[in-house]
Nanobody
C-alpha cells in the first residue's frame, strides 16, 4: 500500500522559514496532482497550495508570495518563508492519484507534521 510521509515541521519564530517535504513509500500508477493542506486547532482542513501534473500551481491568498510548492523525484515540497503565527497548524501532504491502472482516482494523505510559529 502506498504511503505518504511528511517531514520538516517544527517551531520557528515569526519571520522565519521552514521547508516541508513529502516522500512516497511505494509507487502510484499515475499522479494527477499534489497538494499541501493545513488544519489549525478547532478549524477544518483547508488547501494551502496545489501543483498539477502539468506543473501549474495555485495558492490560497494568505500564502501567496510567501510559500512555494514544488515537486521532485522524491515527492512534493513546500517552502514557507516569512512565517507568521496564523500559519500555525498541522500540515498534510495530499496526492490525488491512481494506485493501479484499473483504480479510480483517490485522495492519499500523509500523517501530518506540526508547524508552530511563535510571535
Amino acid at each position: 500500500q502506498v504511503q505518504l510521509v511528511e517531514s520538516g515541521g517544527g517551531l520557528v519564530q515569526a519571520g522565519g522559514s521552514l521547508r516541508l517535504s513529502c516522500a512516497v513509500s511505494g509507487r502510484f500508477f499515475r499522479i494527477n496532482a499534489m497538494a499541501w493542506y493545513r488544519q489549525a486547532p478547532g478549524k477544518s482542513r483547508t488547501l494551502v497550495a496545489r501543483i498539477s501534473n502539468s506543473g501549474s500551481t495555485n495558492y490560497v491568498d494568505s500564502v501567496k508570495g510567501r510559500f512555494t510548492i514544488s515537486r521532485d523525484n522524491a515527492g512534493v515540497n513546500l517552502q514557507m518563508n516569512n512565517l507568521n503565527p496564523d500559519d500555525t497548524a498541522v500540515y498534510y501532504c495530499n496526492y490525488r492519484a491512481l494506485e493501479f491502472p484499473w483504480s479510480i482516482e483517490n485522495d492519499y494523505w500523509g500523517q501530518g507534521t506540526q508547524v508552530t510559529v511563535s510571535s
